[in-house]
């Protein structure tokens, strides 16, 4: 059985942090909360610590990725559409 890894928002990310530093509540209590493991929070605190604004930044990446994988898609199907006219 393949595990299936859930992917977090970078504003999530930084909200579920916020939370744990300023609620004062449990990380572990947060992160039920929250539906998250209290790990998941140690990390993104730790990433935020150590790279401030430059944190999270996957889904950006992949957007990008995806958006130039269209893009060259589109191109290609336009080159076969000339060549079939």
Known sequence: MQKVQKTYTPEF???AVRL???SGKPIAQVARELG???TSIHQWR???TEHSSQAFPGPRVAQRDDSKQASDRRKHVDK??????
């Open 13 to 15: 990310k930084r909200e």
């Open 36 to 38: 998250i493991s209290d």
């Open 80 to 85: 076969r559409v000339e060549t079939l006219q």
């Open 46 to 48: 730790k990433e935020l």
């Open 20 to 22: 744990a530093q300023t």
